[in-house]
């Protein structure tokens, strides 16, 4: 069996199951290209990527950088990588980054291409209701997400799975996939595939795209949710204050009530929609800590219902 020399570039959680596969496999990673430092928390420490704290624990030199650009592209050079695979690094590969490994590189995207190209198909997929996902293994082209795809595989999309969980799953056994098609490279069985199918946009989101439309159907409503949790985060605003939405479900053979009316009914505190009501299960107000959406309810002047 042959081995490669390979170029791992990636920078979040995501990335990781793909940089431990491979660094558990026959072949070599010769260099890994991640982001740089960034701020976090309240202080603002100065923070590594995932990625760059896990190739850091192996020994796996590791390329800072924002742009695959410049002296980036000059020490992945030096490298003389047979292949450069990318997972989820948060940046573009252009020429002549994209010929100096011998092979190319390859992508794992999160998403059955050509459906959700971009940068956010996990929540994309979501929000739009798709009850199916998966990966795909694809040769990386100079047009976003639209080379030859050398594996995919499926999974379905749980009725409660948030973005964030689903990223997670599809992290792990994205990982597999990525494995089996590096060695049929190395093997020389490779057989790559043009992409089939109506293309669909997949663009980061923004803070605004987690705000909340009460008119929508209640599936909407809690598609949007679960979509854009754990980022950028759902929200609403009550008497002009904000509100995060961490979790919540569908009511079921409850009363109607009027899109973004707010009601305690038993121990539930629901919402409006275009259809069945909202259920609030968890929630983030503005200025405290994440509680239950009863204990919020609770703490409120007033216990009618308000409106978002």
């Given at each position: 069996m042959s081995s490669l020399r390979l170029?791992?570039?990636?920078?979040?959680?995501a990335a990781v199951p793909s940089l431990t596969t491979l660094a558990d496999s026959r072949?070599?990673?010769v260099g890994v290209v991640t982001r740089e430092d960034s701020p976090q928390g309240r202080r603002g420490v100065l923070t590594p990527t995932p990625v760059a704290s896990e190739a850091v624990s192996r020994g796996i030199p590791v390329i800072r950088a924002n742009r695959l650009a410049g002296e980036a592209t000059e020490r992945v050079q030096e490298l003389a990588p047979d292949l450069g695979v990318i997972v989820a690094y948060g940046g573009l590969v252009r020429e002549p980054l994209l010929s100096t490994p011998r092979l190319g590189w390859i992508n794992l995207h999160f998403s059955l291409l050509p459906r959700w190209r971009g940068a956010a198909p996990v929540q994309r997929a979501i929000i739009a209701g798709?009850?199916?996902t998966g990966a795909t293994v694809f040769q990386l082209v100079p047009e976003l997400d639209a080379g030859d795809v050398f594996g995919r595989m499926t999974e379905p999309v749980g009725a409660h799975q948030t973005a964030g969980r689903l990223l997670e799953s599809l992290a792990v056994s994205g990982a597999e996939l990525l494995l089996r098609v590096v060695d049929a490279l190395a093997d020389g069985t490779a057989r790559p595939e043009a992409q089939v199918g109506d293309v669909t946009l997949a663009p980061k989101l923004t803070l605004q795209d987690g705000l909340i439309d009460w008119a929508q159907p209640s599936q909407a409503v809690h598609d949007l949710i679960r979509g854009v949790t754990p980022e950028p985060g759902a929200f609403t605003t009550v008497d002009g204050a904000r509100l995060k939405v961490l979790e919540a479900s569908i009511a079921r053979d409850v009363p109607a009530l009027a899109p973004g009316a707010f009601a305690l009914v038993g121990k539930s505190v629901l919402v409006g929609t275009g259809t069945d009501p909202i259920e609030l299960l968890a929630v983030h107000p503005a200025g405290r800590k994440a509680m239950d959406a009863a204990s919020w309810w609770?703490?409120?002047a007033q216990t009618e219902a308000v409106q978002a």
């Open positions: 170029v791992f570039a990636g920078s979040p959680a072949h070599e990673i798709d009850d199916v609770r703490g409120r």
